[in-house]
Structure formats: C-alpha cells, structure tokens
C-alpha cells in the first residue's frame, strides 16, 4: 500500500513534468506560432463582430 507521502510526491513529480513541457513547447518556434495564429484568429473575430454590430445599427 502506498503511503501518502509517496503518492504526494508522485503527483508533484508529474505536476513539475507538465509544467516543464508546457513552458518548453511555448518557447519552440512551433508554440509561438500557434500562439500568433491563435492572437490573429481572436482580433479577425472581434473585428467581424465589430462589423455586423455596425450594420444592424445601421438598419435601426
């Protein structure tokens, strides 16, 4: 039967891997042009939203 202490650790262990492997893939070329992708997606959107915002208005 495992003790707490070694089930405690165990979750810390794979809680710092997880973290490590998130900051890595954010810092490689791949994750920040996911990010980029992502920023440009959100302003397209916003954008839009603006724009059909604006046209309802217009018909008022």
Known sequence: MPTFESVREK???RYGSAIGAAELAA??????T?????EERQRAAAERLAQIR???????
């Open 34 to 38: 996911a990010d980029e992708q992502y």
């Open 54 to 60: 604006a046209q309802m208005h217009e018909k008022d």
């Open 27 to 32: 810092e490689t070329p791949e994750g920040r």
């Open 11 to 13: 979750i810390e262990g």
